[in-house]
C-alpha cells in the first residue's frame, strides 16, 4: 500500500496574513485558516470550526491556540486537537517558500 499523495499550494505572499491573525484560503476543494504568531510562525487548520462551522481565521489567536468566535470552542494550532468539549480540528503542514506561504494536504 502506498502513501496518500501530498500536494503542495501556494497561497501568495506571506504578508497576507497579517502578524496576530488568521486568513482563510482555499486551497483545492477545501477551505484553510493560515495563522502568523507574533515570532513569525505560521500554522493551519480546517478554516471551518468543527462544532458548528463557525470561522476559525476570524477567531482570537494567542501563542499556542486559536478561539472559534461563535461558541468559545478553542484549538490547538499545532495540531488541532480540540481543547475544549468537541472534536477536533484538521492541521495542515505550512511554510513560507521563496517569501509565500505553502500548505500542504
Do not use: N, W
Request: proline share 8%.
Amino acid at each position: 500500500m502506498s502513501a496518500p499523495e501530498v500536494t503542495a499550494h501556494r497561497l501568495g505572499p506571506a504578508a497576507a496574513v497579517p502578524v496576530g491573525e488568521g486568513r482563510a484560503f482555499a486551497v483545492g476543494d477545501e477551505q484553510v485558516a493560515v495563522f502568523r504568531l507574533r515570532d513569525g510562525s505560521l500554522h493551519a487548520l480546517s478554516a471551518a470550526c468543527p462544532h458548528a462551522g463557525g470561522p476559525l481565521a476570524d477567531g482570537t489567536v494567542d501563542a499556542t491556540k486559536v478561539v472559534c468566535p461563535l461558541h468559545q470552542h478553542a484549538f490547538a494550532l499545532a495540531d488541532g486537537a480540540c481543547l475544549t468539549a468537541g472534536p477536533d480540528a484538521r492541521a495542515y503542514p505550512v511554510r513560507v517558500e521563496g517569501g509565500e506561504i505553502v500548505v500542504e494536504t
